[in-house]
C-alpha cells in the first residue's frame, strides 16, 4: 500500500475516512425520474425521457460537495429539479423551488453550513437558480351579480375545490384584477362600483381580506399578474377608454403610481406568470370594436416588451392561469358576439400555441388562478347576455382543461381571482 493514510480521528469503527483527493464519480449514468445523491459524489444525469428530481443529504458536513452532469445536454427539455431536503440552498429556505434548464451545464455544489446551506462553485450561466415557491390555494373574490355588484369572496383550497360564500370585505365592485404578492398572499385592485376606483384590498396568507387601502389612478378592466419573485403588475384597462398603462406592485403589496404603457392599449385582457425565472405573459383584450390576440412579455423585473403577433382567436373577457409550475393557459373569453371555450398554452418561454377545442361550458368574464402549486382553476363569469354562472374548470399540471365541476358560491361575473399560501 502506498500513499499517506489520515489519522482516523473521526471514524471510529477503524474505517480510513477518504482523504479530499477527488470526487468518487457514480459510473453509472443516471436515467431515472429521481435520485438520492451522497456527499463526496459526482453524477452524470440523462433526462432524454424524463425530468429528475433530485435530493440532496440530509446531515451534510461542511464542505461536502457534490457535482451534476448534463450527460446527453437535455436539460433545456427536461430540467433536473433539486429537493435540498429541508437545508437551505443560496440562504433560502427549502419552501423554494431549485431548477436548472440549462442544456450542457454542470451543477457543482458545496455544503457550507446552515445558515446558506448548498451554494454552487459552478453552474455555468445561472446566477440564483430558486424561484419563489408555487401558491397552494387560491381566492375568487368581488364581481357583478344579477343583483349588482359584490364584495364576497370564495377560498380554493389545494385540491381545487372551491368553498361557499365567505362575506365581504371591502368596496363592492366588479372589473378589477388580483394578483400574488410577496410569494404567499395575494392583492384585488381597481375596478368598478358604479363608477371606476383605485381601491386595492390586501390578502393574507390565510386568505383573510383586508380593508380598503387607497389606490392610484381608478381604472376598470385591467390585468394583473406576479412576477419576479414576490413582486406583482397590473397593466392595461380602461379609464375611460382603453389604456395601456402599467402599474407595479412591491412586496408590501403597495401599488407604484403610472408607468408609461407599452403595448396595445385595451381592455378585458387577462395576465398569469410563466417561465422559471418570474416572467409574466399578458394577452388578448378589445379597443372599441376590435379584439386582440396579441400578447406582451414581462421579464423578472418587472419590464413589459412590445406586442408579439396574436395567436389564437381574438377575443376580450378571458382568463388566464400559470400551470405546471413553468406554464400558463388562456381560456374562455368572448370574440363579436359569441362566446367561446377554446383555450390556447403559453410554453416556459412564452409562446402561445394555437387554439384548443372547448371542452367546458363558453362563456365570457371569467376569472382563474393557481392552485395546488402546479394547477389552475377557471370560475364564474356570463355565459349569455342574460345569466350568470358559479361552475369551475380544473387545469390540470399538463395544461388539460377538465369538464365542468358543478358552482358553488353566488354566480356572478367580472370577478377576479389570485393565488396565495405556501401551505397546502
Known sequence: MSGIVQSNIVRSSG??????????????????????????????????????????????????????????????????VIDSNGLNYQGNADTFIIEYNTSGETLDIVYSGSSKGWIPQNDDVVVDAPAAPRTQKAIFGFGDTAGGVVSMTNLVNSSGVVAVDTTGVGEARSNLASAGYGTDKAIFAFGNSGSNVSTRNLVSNSGVVAANATGVNARKSLGASGYGTDTAIFAFGDGGSPVNTRNLCNNQGVIASDAGGVGTARSYPAAARYGSTGQAIFGYGVNSSTMYSVTNLVNSSGGMASDVSGVGTGRYGLGCSSYGTDKAIFAFGKYGSSYTGVSNLVSNVGVVASDTSAVASARNYVAAAQYGGDKGVFAFGEPDASNRTNISNLISNTGVVSSNVSGVGTSRRLASAAGFSLTA
Open 15 to 80: 474505517t480510513i475516512a477518504v482523504a479530499a483527493a477527488g470526487l468518487n464519480w457514480d459510473s453509472a449514468v443516471i436515467t431515472g425520474s429521481t435520485l438520492t445523491a451522497e456527499g463526496g459524489n459526482g453524477y452524470f444525469i440523462n433526462t432524454s425521457s424524463n425530468i429528475c428530481t433530485i435530493t440532496l443529504p440530509s446531515a451534510p458536513e461542511v464542505g461536502d460537495q457534490i457535482v451534476f452532469v448534463d450527460y446527453a445536454r437535455t436539460w433545456g427539455t427536461n430540467k433536473i
